[in-house]
């Protein structure tokens, strides 16, 4: 009897040690999978809300001005694309800067000024008012990549006989605030925009 006795109660036993080692190790299992997944999800919420990808996207551009002290050099030669030309230096009158200007463009004087360019694709070098920069309708995706681009103005309304843009960059020098301003019509893009960007790189400080 004794005999039979323990035999039971070492398959009870038994029996009892197998199931709480079941129980035991399932919830742990769960447990480690579910903190696993809000760890994941936790790592891919941070990677969308990144603060700094902002910041990064923005010190990617580029500066389009030198604004190098102009050296006395008074020719050089521009290149764009497939192009080239000599280039002669001009002093912007009543501005603290001088353009070298390719053999491509000519200089249309104003009583207040000068522009630079061809027919009507030009150049033009401003003192900052904030109506410059307040009504752009466009962006330009070429020129977004400059730290000195504002924006473009595209007018291609009903009595305009050609489409034209308007693309605006912003400089400081000597603690004042100038504009740059691109016109041509959407026909001369190509030809026009690489020239311009060419002539704008080699932009010279000039000391009164």
Not at 65 to 80: N, P, Q
Not at 109 to 138: H, M, Q, V
Not at 166 to 191: A, I, N
């Amino acid at each position: 009897m004794k005999k039979e006795f323990l035999i039971f109660a070492l398959i009870t036993v038994c029996l009892l040690s197998a199931c709480q080692k079941d129980n035991g190790a399932l919830p742990t299992v769960n447990q480690t999978q579910g903190e696993q997944t809000e760890g994941q999800t936790n790592q891919e919420q941070g990677k969308d809300d990144d603060p700094n990808q902002e910041t990064n996207n923005q010190t990617d551009k580029t500066r389009l001005f030198d604004l190098k002290e102009f050296d006395g050099t008074k020719e050089i030669t521009l290149h764009w694309g497939d192009q080239q030309s000599t280039a002669q230096f001009i002093k912007a009158p009543y501005l603290p800067f001088g353009l070298y200007i390719p053999d491509k463009m000519e200089t249309i004087k104003f009583s207040d000024g000068e522009e630079w360019g061809y027919d009507n694709n030009r150049i033009s070098l401003l003192e900052y008012y904030d109506t410059y920069t307040s009504d752009l309708n466009s962006q330009n995706p070429e020129l977004q990549k400059y730290e000195e681009y504002a924006g473009s103005t595209k007018w291609d309304g009903p009595d305009q006989v050609k489409v034209k843009f308007e693309d605006y960059f912003v400089l400081e020098q000597g603690g004042q605030k100038y504009v740059v301003r691109l016109s041509y019509s959407e026909d001369e893009t190509k030809t026009a925009l690489p020239m311009f960007l060419e002539v704008l790189k080699n932009l010279k400080s000039v000391s009164e």
